[in-house]
Each structure stands twice: as C-alpha cells, then as structure tokens.
C-alpha cells in the first residue's frame, strides 16, 4: 500500500513561503495524480489542488495564485508551496493519492503555523 | 464552485442507533461522491467511493445512497469506534468541495 509523508517548517512567518514536500513510498509516483488538502484547527477541509506525474497541475481558484505545485519523479516526491501567507493560512497540511476522484491513501498531516 | 451543504453539523447518538447524514450539492454530480471519517489528530479515512461503494475493510452497518445532488450516509448500529466526524466530498469537477462535516458524537 502507498504510504505518504509529509515535511517541512512548522513555523512559518506571515508574508513568507510556506513550502512542504510529500515523499511516496510503497509504490510508484507514475503515472499517477496527487494532491494536497488542508484543514485548520477545528474546521473542515480543503482541497489545495494536485499534480500529474508529468508536471501538469490544477489548483484550487480560492488560492491559484499563491500555489505552485511540482513533482520530482527521481525522489517520488511533490512539492507545495504557499506564496504570502497569513494566520489563515495556519493548517494542518495533508498530501494524498494516487487521486482518483477520491482520496484513498493519505499523509499524516503536518501542522503549519503562520506567525510571527 | 460545487457548494457541498451536510446536515446536520452535529448528532448525538447512543450504541446501537441508527444514524443518517445527508449532503446536498449545489448542482448534479452524477454519483461522484465520496464519505471520510476523521477521528481527533488523524488524517480523514476513505469510507465510500462512488455514492455507493464501500471500501475494503470497512464495516457493512455503513452504507451509502443517493444520486444527482443528494446523498445519505447511513450508519446502522452504530458502535463506540463510529463517533468521529464525517465528511462528503465530490469529485464530478474541479475544484474539488468537501461538505462542511457532521460530527457524531454521545
């Protein structure tokens, strides 16, 4: 089964880039789509948007231009990064996949907090 | 945007009850729509794919229903490890809209 982890900054300052990377293991990141999802403390969740193994992305409107979603196949790895951040940016971050629809396999989440 | 609306946002139930959940989407899509658990501190887990179709692994007291743009999560019977909130999602367009939650709780 695909096992997924997240890493990266707990901490990240308002204004600044928040950037995390997924690392899949247990299977192939070919040719596969994977995504990310967000949730802040005590709310639902959100989809941030997701990546095909070649590159190409779809990401949420509500973010679109603050996201930049990148794969590398040589580490079965992707990337996100959060342009500009605020408070409401705080979240627990989860990477998922292979996207198919639904969210089968997910990360365990790590938590980002925006501040100062 | 597809407008995912639960309800309720909450329930109390006791073991052994009968617990439905519904999610109304703001426009058709089609059986597109999945059910996650989450328990506090953990990632949301897949229970229903395709309105319908449970997952390996999970308990058959779930059950799944609807089409078009509304949608029922059934819990028969409920058990001690079935308070958790849970979530609906579709996946007919991008992007992707979760339902806001309901929380099953004692």
């Known amino acids: 089964q695909v096992q997924l982890q997240e890493s990266g900054p707990g901490l990240v300052r308002p204004s600044e880039t928040l950037s995390l990377t997924c690392t899949v293991s247990g299977g192939s990141i070919s040719p596969y789509y994977w995504s990310w999802i967000r949730q802040p403390p005590g709310k639902g969740l959100e989809w941030i948007g997701l990546i095909y193994y070649t590159g190409t992305t779809n990401s949420n409107p509500s973010l679109k231009s603050r996201v930049t979603i990148s794969v590398d196949k040589s580490k079965s790895q992707f990337s996100l990064s959060l342009s500009s951040v605020t408070a409401a940016d705080t979240a627990v971050y989860y990477c998922t996949g292979p996207h198919t629809g639904v969210f089968l396999n997910w990360g365990r989440g790590t938590l980002v907090t925006v501040s100062s | 945007d597809i407008q995912m609306t639960q309800s309720p946002s909450s329930v109390s139930a006791s073991v052994g009850d009968r617990v439905t959940i519904t999610c109304r989407a703001s426009?058709?899509?089609?059986?597109?729509l999945a059910w996650y658990q989450q328990k506090p501190g953990t990632a949301p887990k897949l229970l229903i794919s395709?309105?319908?179709r449970l997952q390996s692994s999970v308990p058959s007291r779930f059950s799944g229903s609807g089409s078009g743009a509304d949608f029922t999560l059934t819990i028969n019977s409920l058990q001690p490890e079935d308070f958790a909130t849970y979530y609906c999602?579709?996946?007919?367009?991008?992007?992707?809209?979760f339902g806001g939650g309901t929380k099953v709780e004692i």
């Open positions: 395709s309105t319908s």
């Open positions: 999602q579709q996946g007919n367009s991008f992007p992707v809209t």
């Open positions: 426009q058709d899509i089609s059986s597109s």
